[in-house]
């Protein structure tokens, strides 16, 4: 029987599993992701790296796959191109990610740590007296004491179990990658709110340059799927269009839901969720990668702490979850309220009203 089953090996499945394994445990990570499926979040934050490193697993390094940020250029309440240096930052540079390749180096440490990877998707679970019987979509069934839901903004478990996701600030990101510029030597964070939403865009470490604009459902209705239409708002921006001038943006835009959201409850008798599982942050935030380690670290302690005795220390995660989210709304409050040219335009209306 395994002591844990994970559902999802992005960053938060494979750092709980990592921690799980280190301590003795017996620890299946389960998902289907390809290594090299491309993923939308790529910034990792300087405290991060201090994070990484505390647990002994890889950070990123110089001449390495990823490369460290040198700031921020960003537009927000205000016409002007506002730069902030890295060097700023008391925690230090943040690093602009090959995902397909941080994300492998994580599952990596957890095998090495003696966890178990099964490429299937959990599809259906079923709760015995003291443990959970998990099937897979690859028709196998596995017995475990615990399981953990950390399969991203699906919470594909938890809500299994009849755990409600709550949805707040209906935003939603339009994404799409260029083709690689070797003139495209940019390395800061791009930002610039305008009257429909905010963008981002910034330079992957293949070459790329990505850009994604933040808006409502209506508006991202409007615009998903038709390219061209996102290429004239793009081109439309004070700022950003400039700062890129051989940005050459053909490929499909990515859609994807870009909304705060959070369980009803983060933790229950033997189960337990992290990261975008247990909630999802607005992308204004930049906090994304850092929560999922964060709360994947955390959800590990618990659960090694509650395999060696009886009292799981449950209460004691799930009031950890619910200050990290109301430290999270408050910020975002804060972020919106600061911009404050179009206040009256249907994305801004309801980020203000929905932040207050």
């Known amino acids: ?134 099937r897979f979509d690859d028709g196998s069934v596995e017995p475990a004491r615990w399981i953990v839901d950390a399969s991203g903004r699906r919470s594909a478990l938890t809500r299994r179990l009849g755990i409600r996701r709550l949805k707040d600030l209906r935003v939603v990101a339009l994404y799409a990658i260029g083709r690689i510029d070797c003139r495209l030597q940019l390395n800061r964070t791009i930002v610039e709110a305008v009257a429909n939403g905010w963008w981002y865009a910034a330079r992957l470490p293949s070459g790329e340059p990505i850009a994604g604009l933040h808006t409502c459902r209506k508006e991202a209705g409007r615009l998903a799927g038709n390219l061209q239409a996102w290429q004239q708002a793009f081109q439309s921006t004070r700022h950003m269009a400039d700062l890129l001038p051989h ?15 959070r369980l009803a409850q983060f933790s229950g008798e033997q189960w337990i969720a992290c990261g975008d599982a247990a909630m999802s942050f607005d992308p204004i935030s930049g906090q994304g990668i850092f929560f999922a380690l964060h709360s994947g670290k955390e959800a590990g302690l618990t659960l090694a702490a509650a395999l060696k005795r009886r009292d799981a220390g449950l209460g004691s995660y799930a009031d950890r979850m619910e200050d990290a989210w109301q430290t999270y709304c408050a910020r975002r409050a804060r972020v919106y309220r600061m911009e404050r040219r179009w206040a009256t335009e249907p994305f801004w209306s309801m980020v203000r009203e929905g932040a207050a």
């Open 1 to 134: 029987m395994w002591d844990a089953i994970i559902a999802g090996a992005g960053p938060a499945g494979a750092v709980a599993a990592f921690v799980l394994a280190r301590n003795g445990h017996r620890v299946l990570l389960a998902d289907d992701v390809s290594s090299s499926a491309g993923k939308i979040g790529e910034t990792l934050p300087g405290a991060a790296v201090h994070l990484l490193r505390a647990l002994d697993l890889p950070v990123p390094e110089a001449g390495g796959p990823h490369y460290p940020i040198g700031g921020n250029l960003s537009s927000w309440s205000s016409d002007i191109l506002i730069a902030t240096d890295s060097l700023s930052d008391p925690a230090g540079p943040g690093w602009r990610l090959d995902r397909p390749r941080f994300d492998a180096d994580l599952r990596s440490a957890a095998l090495k740590a003696g966890a178990t990877r099964r490429s299937a998707r959990v599809c259906d679970l079923q709760r015995q007296s003291l443990s959970w019987t998990v």
């Open 247 to 261: 940005a050459d943006f053909d490929h499909d835009i990515q859609a994807m839901d870009a909304c705060s959201a």
